[in-house]
């Protein structure tokens, strides 16, 4: 099974970015993969996703600061977070369908 290895999480200003990577053991190739995120105290929920085309889609909290893509060649999926707010705070994990999921990687927005 395709296990997933997510990086490039810590601690920023509130303003700032970060990026997030997701590589994949395996291929990615004809796999709709997404980024969830989970809060303390809070369900997971979903902040990314992208198609096998690159289709991407973003839920109104994240839309237009976050950036999912996608590097088929690499098995890696990226997020780009920019303009950072202490609510983005929380464990982000990687999505590969169907059904696996990374270890996660926090990401601490002070304000």
């Known amino acids: 099974q395709v296990q997933l290895v997510e990086s490039g999480g810590g601690l920023v200003q509130a303003g700032g970015s970060l990026r997030l990577s997701c590589a994949a053991s395996?291929?990615?190739?004809?796999?709709?993969m997404a980024w969830h995120r989970q809060a303390p105290g809070k369900q997971r929920e979903v902040v990314a996703t992208i198609s096998t085309g690159g289709y991407t889609n973003y839920p109104d909290s994240v839309n237009g600061r976050f950036t999912i893509s996608r590097d088929n060649n690499r098995n890696t999926v990226y997020l780009q977070m920019n303009s950072l707010k202490p609510d983005d705070t929380g464990v982000y994990y990687c999505?590969?369908?169907?059904?696996?999921w990374g270890q996660g990687t926090q990401v601490t927005v002070s304000s």
């Open positions: 395996g291929s990615i190739l004809n796999r709709a």
């Open positions: 999505y590969l369908t169907p059904g696996v």
